[in-house]
């Protein structure tokens, strides 16, 4: 046996010897000498022995054991886990002449305490044939329950709202992600489905039930769609995603149902948004299709890829913008820069603003339709009931050339004659380099730069054909507005205001009453309303 220590009985006594470097507990050899039938021993004796590891035996006693002649059987010792998963042996060898027990014995003793399930022949083997002894060795083992797992949501989208955003070591609370964008086909949530329970078995044979993993369904809202497999979910439609009653929904139209102010934040949605209060002073909203304002615009800046509509109107204090790709309709404009793709229709009156619209310009519906101050600029015309006021308001309308077009124009007529230029200095250096090339004298670094310059030349030529269709829009746009652009005034056009039609610049300097402007004969002519 090697325990670290050895118990010799003689005619002469106890003898202990102790291995050296051996790791020996005083429990393990007093309970030896006691098995052996030893109780009269040395018990200074014993500890010296302990401490001085001399690998060489000491009398711990005087007395021999009384059984030591005696046969004795081997004993065996039962521990059972609390969950009863794990059962440990502790096996004491046999004396004399008594026989070696049996892996059938020592599985009957696990019998005994009702371990009928997960012996361990191979742990108990190797227990009863080699040095493992007066240790607890685990000879059977259950089998724990695995249990399930519920079935996870992930979500695809941030749904963080309103949060404001980090704008360096300060919070915008203009940007709350108040709006959460997808597009259709967009995949919003996956489900991990639950993964099932395997039910263990204890070490009496009993059942140990696993937990069931709990499946989960898709949050599925309106305007959104679920795969096949009943695992993903998808964007119906192009809108604004949000949750209600634990499901999540894509609505095609953003609706905010009061003001847009520090409650709401900033908006960028990817459809129509209809504001059923007001947009209040410093706020942005972005829209990439029609906007609906039930209230008034301050000072933001506002968007829209479709048509704006401003029912009550914009009070602009000088700050507003609003740009349009459709028509722009307000209850009135006050101070406000405003341009659409469209036409511009005002219902009561335009006052000291900066109006730019590529149809027509419309300030009409009641007697005050009144255009006052500021700058009017329409692709074709520019009609309302009173035109300038009494008091001689600095008050400019011009039809038949918009001057952001004439800006852009001239951009690209000088970005054309940069792409020219830069063409023929690509077109040198790759003749020089192709010559080269005929002639064997290519280098591979040259052979680098002829390949980059072909790249480049074949980008600049797409650069030149998008700014050439440009401008070639541009002077349709300028022609178009030409065939028809005049200033009409129902009522009154008052002194002091000046008019521009196809860049021929009239001043009015008298009261005119039911006129129109046009352009004849290279000159501005006043004729009838009709």
């Known amino acids: ?86 059962c440990e042996m502790w096996y004491i060898p046999e004396e004399g002449s008594a026989p070696h027990p049996t892996i059938e014995r020592a599985k009957g003793c696990m019998n005994e305490r009702n371990v009928v399930y997960g012996h361990d022949e191979n742990a108990i083997r190797k227990m009863l044939e080699g040095p493992i002894h007066r240790k607890w060795v685990v000879t059977a083992k259950g089998d724990a329950p695995q249990n399930g797992k519920d079935a996870q949501i992930n979500y695809k989208v941030d ?20 709006v959460i964008n997808v597009i259709q086909g967009q995949e919003i949530a996956e489900k991990i ?49 949000y949750i209600k009653d634990g499901k999540l929904v894509v609505n095609t139209v953003f609706e905010v149902k009061g003001d847009v102010d520090y409650g709401v934040g900033n908006i960028d949605f990817i459809g129509p948004v209809t504001i059923l209060g007001s947009i209040r002073e410093g706020f942005e909203v972005h829209s990439g299709s029609d906007m609906v304002v039930e209230g008034v615009v301050e000072g933001a800046t506002i968007s829209s890829k479709g048509s704006t509509t401003i029912k009550i109107g ?18 009135y404009i006050d101070q406000a820069f405003v341009r659409s793709d469209g036409d511009i229709n005002v219902a009561e009156a335009i006052w000291h603003s900066d109006i730019g619209a590529r149809g027509v310009i419309m300030a009409m519906g009641n007697k005050k339709g009144q255009i006052v101050g500021g700058r009017v600029q329409a692709g074709n015309e520019v009609v309302c009931e009173v035109l300038g006021s009494e008091m001689g308001t600095k008050t400019e ?68 054909d998008s700014t050439k269709k440009r401008l070639d829009e541009l002077d349709r746009d300028k022609e178009r507005s030409k065939l028809d652009g005049c200033v009409r005034v129902k009522n009154i056009c008052y002194s002091g ?12 300097r ?15 002519k006043v004729r009838s309303f009709d």
């Open 1 to 86: 046996m090697d325990q670290g220590f050895k118990l010799n009985l003689t005619e002469g006594g106890a003898f202990l010897t102790i291995t050296p470097d051996a790791s020996v507990s005083i429990v393990d050899v007093i309970s030896e000498l006691k098995e052996k039938g030893i109780s009269d021993y040395d018990g200074e004796a014993v500890k010296r022995a302990l401490q001085e590891k001399r690998g060489t035996p000491i009398r711990v006693s005087i007395s021999e054991a009384q059984n030591a002649t005696e046969a004795r059987e081997a004993d065996f010792r039962i521990k059972i886990s609390e969950d009863a998963l794990t």
């Open 159 to 178: 749904l963080n709202i309103l949060k404001p955003r980090a704008v360096g070591d300060k919070v915008d609370m203009k940007e709350l992600g108040t």
């Open 193 to 241: 489905p639950a993964i099932p329970g395997v039910d263990g078995m204890s070490l009496m044979g009993k059942k140990i039930p696993a937990y069931i993993g709990k499946d989960k369904n898709l949050p599925t809202g309106k305007g959104t769609i679920v795969s096949d497999d009943r695992c993903h979910l998808y964007a119906e439609v192009d809108g604004n995603l």
């Open 314 to 331: 914009i009070r602009g204090t000088g700050k507003a913008k609003i740009t349009s790709k459709g028509n722009v309709n307000a209850g």
């Open 397 to 464: 309308v011009t039809v038949g050339e918009l001057a952001e077009y004439a800006e852009e124009r001239k951009r690209s007529e000088e970005n054309i004659k940069q792409f020219e230029d830069q063409r023929e200095r690509i077109d040198a250096n790759i003749k020089f380099l192709k010559g080269l090339q005929d002639k064997g004298l290519l280098t591979p670094d040259k052979q680098e730069v002829l390949a980059k310059i072909t790249k480049a030349k074949f980008q600049l030529r797409a650069q030149y």
């Open 497 to 508: 205001v000046t008019v521009n039609v196809r860049g021929i610049r009239y001043l009015v």
């Open 510 to 524: 008298e009261n005119l009453k039911y006129v129109r402007f046009l352009c004849e004969d290279g000159e501005v």
